[in-house]
């Protein structure tokens, strides 16, 4: 591997049909922001959006806007734009509550879905809210239903007749690592179970196609690669054909076949609206429907050839830059099969990663040991990798992370 330079990177980003993107976005003089994998950037549309929202379809028009302005249909509009990022079909997919709301809606209604059988399978480090959900799931049902949790390598031995559900996350938060979707997917249904993605660390980043891989369900968040706002909206998936017998257990009244019928009886409506619980946040919906403009016109096979060009190149710059600084590294496979992040391990991660923060370049802590930084395709350049490892190994020969302002743990990492 010859070394690069900053030139070489400049040169790619002078040859990047996604460069002009970046002008959508709000970057802040002097941030080199490599944190889009946990909340993405303010794009400009929804900063607009959001404005008019609250001036007039708010402000002015007040309760008419459910209709005029289509608040109405805002989940399910923005449900679509998904869908056409994830390789589903429009009426498959419906933005609604959190990650972990919708996990917990849809892993309590495949339960029903595969009477009898008494198991849910995940990965043991699979993301936290992941298992404390799915441990929710099995104290609410009872009836000697459990959680299962295996090593990664280990997870499809766990799974057999007695499954009900496999909840797995498709590109792993912290080590990046890709699951086969479609190879997992049909290992769990050859057992005759039902097979949930997480997505949260791959929409808007890894292309996906949920449909060809014959997934079942799927949940993912909105602020993260979909720059959806902090606590924006997530959305869920679920496979045309489970949709009629789709009962989950949060049946509120906007997953009603009329809610404004105001009956006493709760029967689903027919279509993805049935995975609705209640009234939709309509200024975090705009913002986050907005911010989906901005994959009009990009294909997400763009995107990832840029996502994985740029952790590569990312990972060459720190091998080449950083060698005398004892950073471990994830053991590296084929780029196909990691995401769009790079966790770098040392045991000063947490305050290497402040120090950073403090010189503008914005990535994150991972506990124990992990710095991770985000590779978000839309707006960062290839120039910006190189400025961010020339901070890096400033921080690292100056032991600028070896100082108490850098050293005391805040609440969030
Ligand atoms: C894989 C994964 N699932 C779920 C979540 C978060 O879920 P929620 O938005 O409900 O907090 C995250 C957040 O980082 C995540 O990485």
Known sequence: ???????????????????????????????????????GVLPKAARQRVAQVVEQEWG?????????AGWMDLATKVGGKIAALVGAKPNEVIAADTTSLNLFKLASAALKLRPGRRKIVSEAGNFPTDLYILQGVVAQ??????????????VLDAVDEDTALVVLTHVHYKSAEIFDMAGVTAAVQAKGALMLWDL???TGAVDIDL?????????????????GGPGAPAFLFVAEQHLPGLEQPLSGWMGHARPFDFVDQYEPVGDIRRALCG??????????????????????????????LQRRT??????????AFDFGFEPDGDARTRGSHVSIHHPEAYAICQALIARGVIGDFRAPDALRLGLTPLYLGYADLWDAVEHLVQVMEGKA???PQFQARAAVT
């Open 314 to 323: 990312l990972l060459d710059l720190i091998k080449q830059r950083c060698a």
């Open 60 to 68: 002015v028009d007040l309760i008419r806007s459910w209709g005029k």
């Open 211 to 227: 449909n060809a891989a014959k997934a079942d369900l799927a949940i993912g968040c909105g602020y993260k690669y979909l720059n």
């Open 279 to 308: 009234t939709p946040p309509v200024l975090a919906l705009s913002a986050l429907d907005s911010a989906l403009d901005a994959f009009d016109g990009v294909s997400m096979q763009e995107v990832r050839a840029k996502s994985m």
């Open 141 to 154: 049902v009872g009836q000697g239903v459990e959680l299962v949790v295996a090593e990664r390598g280990r």
């Open 200 to 202: 949260s660390h791959s």
């Open 1 to 39: 591997m010859t070394n690069l330079t900053r030139a070489d990177l400049a040169v790619l980003d002078t040859q990047d049909p996604l460069a002009s993107r970046r002008a959508l976005f709000e970057i802040p003089e002097g941030v080199i922001y490599l944190d889009g994998n946990s909340l």
């Open 401 to 403: 992370w070896d100082s």
